[in-house]
């Protein structure tokens, strides 16, 4: 049986982002994301591929704000050394 170690809270937000875990979340941007790079790779017009580009960036951004928050939330209580 494994044994928890203490940790700090920069070790397991590490931990914890690098794990990214499968969460109802995570799924929901990777279907959005899905839908946009599908938008993206069926457009010709080089300003809407352009705006789908952007799009595709903004959700990356979104998913990775998202996990960081979740992170931070579970190692709230966390000392900081």
Not at 23 to 31: G, I, L, W, Y
Request: charged share 40%; proline share 5%.
């Amino acid at each position: 049986m494994a044994q928890l170690q203490p940790t700090t809270r920069p070790e397991c937000t590490r931990r914890c982002l690098e794990r990214d875990l499968d969460r109802p979340k995570k799924a929901q941007h990777e279907h959005r994301l899905k839908q946009i790079r599908d938008r993206k790779q069926a457009e010709t017009d080089p300003s809407k591929r352009k705006s789908w580009e952007q799009a595709e960036s903004q959700e990356l951004d979104l998913y990775q704000d998202d996990l960081e928050n979740m992170c931070r939330t579970i190692c709230a209580s966390l000392r900081d050394e």
